[in-house]
């Protein structure tokens, strides 16, 4: 049975087995986005839709035009770092704001399967025009492909079932994470190559340039990030 309407402020109820196949198809497609966008073949082309707006400390920023919005992707190679070790970090909930400091809360609202689940991320006042006091309630979807390669696909749920699953808090603004998520490619001598792809609608007015420079935000990120893998890699070999 699909979801109906449960009231009149637009949410609505739905089963959980619902709820499950729409979360496993509607990631399906995320996923085989997330690879295509990082595909080594085609990365670099002048075919790829991709521009370069730089490299910063080894790691490369691009964007693609996405209607109104850019689509946001970063790359770098993670040497001595297995890609079980960089998920293992980078998907660590309960340690996201050390990499984050937008970040006040991010928990786990429901678990559908062993790697399928539902989450709230909620950015407070103090946080960066683009981020402030706004939430997501979006779906993760963690998988290994044949070849090794680790996908882990995150994207909000619509907003007539994330407001039937969460209610929105009223001081926040409920934003929608178009695409996002990380694809980490196994390479030799236990190291990786990592791409981290984000398309963001935050939903209310805010001035193109604060959107647009997402990209400032995304090294930042990616830098403490990368301090908190090589930190729990020579804790382990300590």
């Known amino acids: 049975m699909g979801p109906s309407p449960a009231n009149c402020t637009g949410s609505w109820s739905i089963s959980e087995e619902s709820l499950r196949r729409y979360v496993f198809y509607a990631s399906e497609n995320c996923i085989q986005e997330l690879l295509s966008a990082s595909d080594s073949n085609c990365v670099g082309s002048v075919d790829d839709g991709w521009k370069v707006l730089g490299i910063d400390n080894g790691i490369e920023i691009s964007k693609h035009r996405s209607g109104s919005l850019h689509t946001f992707r970063s790359r770098w190679l993670l040497k001595s770092v297995s890609p079980q070790q960089f998920i293992t970090v980078a998907n660590a909930i309960d340690a996201a704001k050390q990499w984050d400091s937008d970040l006040v809360e991010a928990r786990y609202i ?96 805010l001035p193109k340039c604060f959107v647009n420079r997402f990209n400032t935000k995304l090294v930042m990120i990616i830098e403490n990030l990368k301090k908190q893998v090589l930190a729990c890699r020579d804790n382990r070999d300590a």
Not at 149 to 176: D, M, Y
């Open 110 to 205: 429901k678990d559908l399967e062993e790697n399928l689940s539902i989450i709230r991320l909620r950015f407070g006042e103090k946080s960066k025009p683009l981020f402030r006091n706004r939430e997501f309630i979006v779906y993760e979807r963690r998988e290994t492909m044949d070849d090794g390669t680790l996908v882990v696909a995150v994207a909000s749920l619509p907003k007539e079932i994330a407001a039937g699953l969460h209610p929105k808090q009223n001081n926040a603004i409920r934003g929608l994470l178009l695409q996002s998520g990380w694809v980490v490619e196994k390479l030799e001598n236990d190291s990786c190559m990592v791409t981290y792809i984000v398309q963001l609608d935050p939903a209310g007015w």
